[in-house]
């Protein structure tokens, strides 16, 4: 392989129903640095039916071009649809970093494409960042039970690819304006050709949990110990109209369910307020929630980890403080609305 032939960072935008992933444009600002830095363009490679109009919105949050393939074959997401029509892009204009957000469908595409064009895929990175001498992509995620970061390079195949968790990277503001050139492919594979059919889609109610949306979330960590301390946590959230979040280590206490867990094998969250109590602050779980814009941690050890990554920290016991807390916000909510005041969230 000629690593010389190959130029240029993609990015794989994923839609769906005709409407764009916010991952994918989160991805071309990542993906912008990258390109800048090597002095490459910027690319989106975007497949559905009907999608070529999304192209302007790539181009105002970075894109310089967008390889389209518009037609109804791909439409709904299909591994070997996608797979081949992705893999005869890459092999045709040779990028040398592909981005793909780690989404069911992105991971599942990524996957596959490496396997097609004979590269290496890191999954699930948080860190993304380029050696311009070497030309080599770095990209880093948590590894050995999240008590590091690795980096992981792909030294000897192209292209460079990975898959990167949603809301890990702050979406770009979009320039109005910005435009750029679309470049319009076509897939070889016919309807009749393929091994699997879409025969009906059945949408399933959105989960009670969402915790990539919630304003405030309030955590619970090790330290809360049981139920009782659980239910601490939850009356604080309930006060504050908040969402409920867990550390991995309470989850697998069986204190709450799957859907309330942050970090790398959770949800990645950017809420406004995130409340950590009794959270040590392992990488695992900071990744998945150090882009809030406000993190307060209430944690007794002083040396916890969790204030390294904290706003505000309060060395305090939790079975203490939390108790105070709550009853302060709810006097202080109490008064707000029998002085007339409309609280939504904290």
């Known amino acids: 392989m000629n690593l010389d032939e190959y130029r240029g960072v993609w990015v794989f935008i994923e839609q769906r129903d005709g409407k764009l992933v916010d991952v994918g444009l989160e991805l071309l600002g990542a993906g912008r640095d990258l390109a800048d830095k ?9 497949l559905g039916n009907g999608v070529k109009d999304l192209s302007s919105t790539l181009f105002e949050h970075g894109a310089d071009k967008v390889y389209v393939i518009d037609d109804p074959v791909v439409e709904q997401y299909r591994t070997e649809t996608y797979m081949k029509a992705v893999g005869d892009l890459v092999r045709k204009y040779k990028p040398e970093i592909f981005l793909y957000g780690a989404t069911a469908n992105g991971k599942d595409l990524a996957s596959a494409v490496a396997t097609e064009v004979m590269s290496g895929l890191t999954a699930d990175t948080t860190l993304l960042d380029v050696n311009v001498e070497k030309r080599l992509f770095e990209a880093s995620r948590p590894a050995f039970g999240g008590n590091i970061m690795a980096t992981i390079l792909c030294k000897k195949h192209r292209p460079q690819m990975a898959t990167v968790r949603p809301k890990v990277i702050a979406k770009p503001e979009p320039q109005p304006g910005r435009t750029g050139e679309v470049i319009e492919e076509t897939i070889t594979l016919k309807e009749e050709d393929l091994r699997t059919k879409v025969l009906n ?16 979330i309030v955590a619970a960590g090790k330290g809360v110990k049981d139920e009782k301390g659980f239910q601490m946590v939850k009356e604080l959230a309930e006060v504050l109209n908040a969402t409920v979040g867990a550390s991995r280590d309470v989850v697998e206490a069986g204190l709450c369910k799957h859907e309330h867990q ?31 814009e406000l993190i307060i ?48 969230h904290a």
Do not use: W
């Open 262 to 292: 942050v970090g790398q094998t959770g949800a990645t969250v950017t809420p406004k307020i995130y409340i950590a109590i009794g959270i040590s602050g392992a990488v695992q779980h900071v990744v998945g929630m150090q882009n809030s």
């Open 201 to 216: 889609i059945v949408r399933n109610a959105k989960k009670a949990v969402n915790l990539e949306e919630a304003d405030v």
């Open 297 to 344: 941690a209430i944690n007794n050890d002083p040396d916890a980890a969790i204030f390294n990554a904290a706003h505000h920290g309060v060395v305090a016991d939790a079975f203490e403080i939390v108790p105070m807390l709550t009853e302060e916000f709810r006097k202080a909510l109490q008064s707000e609305s029998e002085a007339g005041g409309v609280t939504s």
């Open 38 to 46: 090597l002095e490459v363009e910027l690319c989106g490679v975007l």
